[in-house]
Nanobody
């Protein structure tokens, strides 16, 4: 069984930065897809970024150039550095993972087998 625990959310002004982290507890196989998705109030969930076990990353167009997904294998942690935040980035952010799947993209968040409880991000104008 795998558990994902997010942290790092908070409130910032537009233009500010936040760094989200997702701690992974449990066994991680060699082949995986991990990523972040978000749900804004009153809106459907949206994939934000993903990274596979080879280190290949993908992003939704709205965050390209502003967000960076990374992983710290030594610490079993997935990170999301968010810069130049905008009010439209306000949402609950979740990390997710699935294993033995090489078809990994930001848009494939719906297939995450494991998901965290989320961490809130609020960006004020």
């Amino acid at each position: 069984q795998v558990q994902l625990v997010e942290s790092g959310g908070g409130s910032v002004q537009a233009g500010g930065s936040l760094r989200l982290s997702c701690a992974v507890f449990g066994y991680m196989p060699f082949i995986y897809c991990m990523g972040w998705f978000r749900q804004a109030p009153g809106k459907e969930s949206e994939g934000v970024a993903a990274i596979d076990s080879a280190g290949y990353t993908t992003y939704v167009d709205s965050v390209k150039g502003r967000f960076t997904i990374s992983q710290d294998n030594a610490k079993n942690t997935l990170n999301l550095q968010m810069n130049s935040l905008k009010p439209e980035d306000t949402a609950m952010y979740y990390c997710g993972a699935r294993f033995y799947d090489t078809n990994c993209s930001a848009g494939s968040w719906g297939r995450f087998t494991y998901r965290g409880q989320g961490t809130p991000v609020a960006v004020s104008s």
